[in-house]
């Protein structure tokens, strides 16, 4: 292999750490097939394929013993494979050695069998076990107890631990019919290729997570969702690398849960344990559907992602199911509700706040359009029960609901996201947009203290600031129907901006942060409107068909009195209601936690997210609760 120079999508000296067995096993570079190849792209060489083959063959041609090598060496040629299995967690292919080619193992035969796994599964089917000198020894207590010991340290590490081992023979037992071939043939099949193995060596292999997922975890944890590891390797390593991703604490080895243990668990069991496993090591499909199933008993919501086929029961079970666009098969995909098309842990923080600011926008939009139509409803009803004239005409009324209010209201829709809306805990999805009574009353209060400021308006223009007897003048009564009329749209318009936050006080300096530049624009358009609807009688404009007369600059100054009081009368209620919230959750969590009981979202990402450029990592992310 050629080494130059590093560059995007090249392999360092960092990719494998192998025992010195490793320069002694040579047919472990057989094992890749054709899994892995390497193409020449100007100064540098790329792994293609499996990340994990393409790690293993760069160890080999680093030590002069790559595939090609023993391919034109020994003449190998391919003639069988047993494909990796989850539930084996070992792979093996049969090679047909040619005649002429040279054997470097000891030993002779026709075939050549070749196969690499996990140590816990792999080192039972080894008889012997080749020593640093280049000789095969029978198995002894001994060195399988140093075997595990320094897979032990490895996976410690974080490293990937491959064991590697090989048999020759003169025939291998082949299927009668391979379409007719039922399951026990298969097993006998495999059983015979894969016993009396020689194990030749242990291969470790650095998995770095990337550098944004310790960020990601990070922003999902302050967002109320926590995270579990659900991974097919050592416990050890998945343990370190959890460690390392600040998952679980160095001391809390009690986090961890392996694949044999929750077999004998049920699903209400595992559901059970407190506190819940943060790492799950070792586990097979029926394992993370279990764990999903188990969450989901916890009451906990749950998402799901990975990319391989072996995911699918998991993410089709989950509440929201989550695949890779690149890496996942199409299997997963159609399984999924949500396909991350970079394969990324840190699409899902945008997401999550995307996901957040989506619904606050349209608790905003409904919010102030129900505040706004019921205070004009209540002007209306109000006037009717004291049997007076109605302050306004319905072409006022219909201007009001189209020119007034819809531009604030579009513009709410689109509303950045708040500085906090990944620092609040998740919502419960069975609430609806308004969650408590407090939401209702809340808009009530607003549409009477809007409705009450126009009557007032109303009233005080047609009985006091001009003439004390209606009767007197007919224009008194369009005067006052102007007055209230524009008091109402403009406290509707300043309305758009105390709705833009229902708990956040106006007087708060991040009230306004970040800044709705198309709020601020519709306020301005949809009050030029008004102004020009209002003097558009003195322009001679086609507008004087609702039935407004200019208003006199005193009447202004009763509006703005008439906007700060309607903004007190909402900072008092934030004020009463936001107490009462406080208290509420200051005892809900009171009761949380003496229940040690808590509600929050699970999702697990996949291989992809999270693996370095070394291998795919077959350890998919579980965020958990926190």
Request: include cysteine; hydrophobic fraction near 40%.
């Amino acid at each position: 292999m050629k080494k130059t120079k590093k560059s995007k999508g090249s392999i360092n000296d960092e990719a494998v750490e192998a025992t010195p067995l490793l320069s002694r096993s040579k047919p472990k570079t057989n094992t890749n097939k054709n899994s892995n190849k390497h193409a020449k792209e100007e100064d540098f060489w790329k792994g293609v394929g499996d990340p994990t083959e393409v790690a293993i063959e760069v160890a080999a041609r680093k030590l002069g013993l790559g595939k090609d090598a023993w391919i034109r060496d020994e003449k190998l040629k391919f003639a069988q494979e047993i494909p990796f299995d989850s539930d084996r967690s070992r792979m093996t292919i049969v090679y047909e050695v040619k005649q002429g080619g040279k054997s470097n193992m000891g030993s002779e035969g026709k075939y050549l069998i070749v196969a690499k796994g996990a140590s816990s599964s792999l080192l039972p089917r080894c008889t012997s076990f080749l020593t640093p000198d280049g000789k095969f020894v029978p198995q002894s207590n001994k060195i399988m107890s140093e075997i595990e010991e320094e897979a032990e340290k490895m996976a410690i590490k974080g490293l990937r631990t491959l064991a590697l081992a090989v048999k020759y023979s003169d025939e291998i037992p082949r299927k009668r019919n391979p379409d007719e071939s039922d399951e026990e043939e298969k097993e006998k099949i495999q059983e015979n290729l894969e016993s009396d193995l020689k194990f030749v060596g242990l291969v470790g292999i650095v998995d770095p997570p990337r550098e944004e997922v310790k960020y990601a975890i990070k922003a999902c944890r302050e967002a109320g969702i926590g995270m579990c590891m659900i991974t097919g390797d050592h416990k050890s390593t998945a343990f370190g690398v959890a460690a390392s991703l600040g998952l679980v604490n160095k001391d809390r080895k009690d986090l961890v849960l392996e694949g044999h243990q929750m077999d004998k668990l049920s699903t209400s069991e595992l559901s059970r344990i407190e506190p819940f496993p943060v790492v799950f090591a070792r586990v097979s499909p029926e394992n993370k559907l279990k764990i999903i199933k188990a969450l989901k008993r916890r009451g906990e919501i749950t998402a799901m992602t990975g990319d391989g086929v072996n995911d699918a029961p998991a993410i089709r079970f989950a509440d929201a199911g989550i695949s890779m666009g690149k890496s996942g098969t199409e299997l997963t995909k159609e399984s999924s509700d949500i396909i991350l098309t970079d394969d990324n842990l840190n699409s899902i923080v945008p997401a999550i706040e995307e996901g957040r600011r989506t619904f606050d926008n349209i608790q905003k939009f409904i919010f102030y359009l129900l505040a706004c139509n019921s205070a004009e409803i209540w002007v209306m009803l109000l006037a009717i029960i004291a049997d007076s004239p109605p302050p306004f005409t319905p072409i006022m009324i219909l201007w009001a609901n189209i020119i007034l209010d819809i531009p604030p209201a579009m513009a709410l829709g689109i509303d950045p996201p708040a500085r906090d809306v990944l620092q609040r805990p998740p919502r419960d999805p069975k609430k609806g947009i308004f969650p408590t009574w407090r939401s209702y009353l809340t808009v009530i209060m607003h549409g009477l203290s809007m409705a009450g400021l126009s009557l007032g308006l109303f009233y005080l223009g047609r009985n006091y600031l001009h003439h004390p007897d209606p009767k007197e003048s007919a224009n008194e009564t369009d005067h006052s129907k102007s007055f209230a009329f524009v008091g109402l749209g403009v406290l509707q318009l300043i309305h758009a901006f105390l709705a833009k936050q229902q708990r956040r006080s106006i007087f708060n300096k991040n009230f306004w942060v970040p800044i709705n530049w198309w709020l601020i624009g519709g306020f301005t358009g949809s009050l030029a409107l008004l102004i020009g609807g209002n003097y558009a009688p003195l322009m001679g404009s086609a507008l004087n068909h609702l039935d407004m007369v200019p208003l006199f600059a005193m009447d202004w100054a009763w509006i703005g009195g008439a906007v700060l009081a309607h903004i007190l009368v909402v900072e008092f209620l934030k004020l009463i209601f936001n107490h009462g919230c406080l208290k509420e959750e200051s005892k809900q969590q009171k009761e949380e936690k003496k229940e040690e009981k808590k509600w929050h979202v699970t999702i697990q990402i996949g291989p992809s997210s999270v693996a370095g450029t070394q291998r795919s990592m077959d350890a998919p992310l579980m965020l958990a609760p926190k």
